[in-house]
């Protein structure tokens, strides 16, 4: 029911997006479910799937009490339930939604610890990686207290299953279900000769496990954590986990998986 419903927007800013979501707003003032932009229970997200992880770190403190939807009018739609034509479609399964039916997808919990101590935490829905600027990577890396190598090359990818789909992907990492509640390290361009070695593979760690990176004194460190993009000067190490925290999406639409990965990256095989 509609009963205290509240919804907020964000939106890629496309001339289409816009005009979705002045037909979306119209149609939910008549329903009387109130936009909220400060304490929403549903954030519509309108662009493509860049336009959703942005409405997810934007409420990245409400994820305990907040579901997503996406209405797709951007290049990608893996997160996107909706196309721009189905305002009508979306209005009515806000309307009769139910919280219970939401679907779960697992964040990573990215820590970056600063040579002074100081620690830094964002949570990620695809990914998180690290690399240096000017020269090549090195970092001794643990998987939970075990050293399990020293790698050397451009840099290191730590993915989520549904972030499996996306960078890792192209780094040749594993598409996982979601349902796996793992996460993935791929490397990205290592070095592997006679002097240094690495598994030169992905690997999937479980959720009781973490991946810690000792990393080398340096003045030229870059994190992404999706789409956002922070530099240090004095970062010391870095360590990835599954806390159990999840992003909740609106369950009435959300088709499988499977066919997700199949319309994605296969089209119709018919």
Same mark, same amino acid.
């Given at each position: 029911?509609? $009963?205290?419903?509240?919804?907020?927007?964000?939106?890629?800013?496309?001339?289409?997006?816009?005009?979705?979501? %002045?037909?979306?707003?119209?149609?939910?003032?008549? %329903?009387?479910?109130?936009?909220?932009?400060?304490?929403? $229970?549903?954030?519509?997200?309108?662009?493509?799937?860049?336009?959703?992880?942005?409405?997810?770190?934007?409420?990245?403190?409400?994820?305990?009490?907040?579901?997503?939807?996406?209405?797709?009018?951007?290049? @990608?739609?893996?997160?996107?339930?909706?196309?721009?034509?189905?305002?009508?479609?979306?209005?009515?399964?806000?309307?009769?939604?139910?919280?219970?039916?939401?679907?779960?997808?697992?964040?990573?919990?990215?820590?970056?610890?600063?040579?002074?101590?100081?620690?830094?935490?964002?949570?990620?829905?695809?990914?998180?990686?690290?690399?240096?600027?000017?020269?090549? @990577?090195?970092?001794?890396?643990?998987?939970?207290?075990?050293?399990?190598?020293? +790698?050397?090359?451009?840099? @290191?990818?730590?993915?989520?299953?549904?972030?499996?789909?996306?960078?890792?992907?192209?780094?040749?990492?594993?598409?996982?279900?979601?349902?796996?509640?793992?996460?993935?390290?791929?490397?990205?361009?290592?070095?592997?000769?006679?002097?240094?070695?690495?598994?030169?593979?992905?690997?999937?760690?479980?959720?009781?496990?973490?991946?810690?990176?000792?990393? $080398? %004194?340096?003045?030229?460190?870059?994190?992404?954590?999706?789409?956002?993009?922070?530099? +240090?000067?004095?970062?010391?190490?870095?360590?990835?986990?599954?806390?159990?925290?999840?992003?909740? +999406?609106?369950?009435?639409?959300?088709?499988? +998986?499977? %066919?997700?990965?199949?319309?994605?990256?296969?089209?119709?095989?018919?």
């Amino acid at each position: 029911m509609t $009963d205290g419903k509240r919804v907020a927007f964000v939106s890629s800013g496309s001339a289409e997006s816009v005009d979705v979501e %002045k037909k979306i707003r119209k149609k939910l003032k008549v %329903k009387r479910i109130e936009v909220d932009s400060k304490a929403p $229970d549903i954030v519509i997200s309108i662009g493509g799937d860049g336009t959703l992880l942005e409405a997810v770190h934007t409420y990245g403190r409400r994820l305990d009490t907040t579901r997503f939807v996406g209405v797709h009018t951007g290049h @990608l739609g893996f997160y996107t339930d909706y196309l721009c034509s189905e305002v009508e479609e979306l209005v009515e399964a806000i309307v009769n939604e139910d919280p219970k039916n939401s679907i779960a997808y697992p964040v990573l919990k990215m820590k970056a610890i600063m040579a002074d101590g100081q620690i830094f935490e964002k949570y990620a829905l695809n990914e998180a990686t690290v690399r240096r600027l000017s020269r090549t @990577l090195v970092a001794d890396v643990f998987i939970s207290n075990f050293l399990f190598e020293r +790698f050397r090359g451009d840099g @290191l990818s730590i993915s989520t299953p549904t972030g499996s789909t996306a960078y890792n992907k192209s780094i040749g990492g594993a598409v996982l279900h979601p349902g796996l509640k793992v996460m993935q390290m791929a490397e990205i361009a290592s070095l592997n000769n006679r002097v240094y070695r690495t598994l030169g593979a992905p690997i999937v760690v479980t959720e009781d496990e973490n991946i810690i990176l000792n990393l $080398d %004194k340096a003045l030229d460190y870059s994190l992404t954590v999706d789409r956002l993009e922070y530099k +240090f000067t004095n970062l010391a190490g870095l360590e990835y986990s599954l806390d159990g925290t999840v992003v909740h +999406f609106l369950g009435e639409r959300h088709s499988s +998986f499977w %066919k997700r990965v199949q319309e994605s990256f296969i089209g119709d095989v018919n």
